[in-house]
């Protein structure tokens, strides 16, 4: 189910550092790890947990930052899915 944007503001006050971005639209994550393999090795953790939920964030890996987005491309919105799976990348998150 689409979320309206008030939805949205009120779901990210319980996430860590998620940014709705309107234009995408979508909510947005930057993370800061120690170095290339700790990157790496939150991608794979984040690539199951989206795995058991058939849902994918895009993910862009620039050295030891990654820079997640979440948005359910079939509905051309952010949904409840993209928030569980943002709570879920959170728990993931050293």
Known sequence: MRLTE?????????????????AAPAIRRTV??????????LVNEIAQAAEQVDHHPDIDIRYDT?????????????????????????ELIP
């Open 6 to 22: 008030e939805q949205i503001r009120d779901g990210l006050t319980r996430l860590t550092d998620w940014e709705l971005d309107p």
């Open 66 to 90: 990654l820079h997640l987005a979440l948005s359910t491309h079939s509905e051309g919105a952010v949904t409840d899915k993209d928030m569980s799976l943002a709570a879920r990348v959170d």
């Open 32 to 41: 800061r790890l120690p170095d290339f393999p700790a990157a790496i090795a």
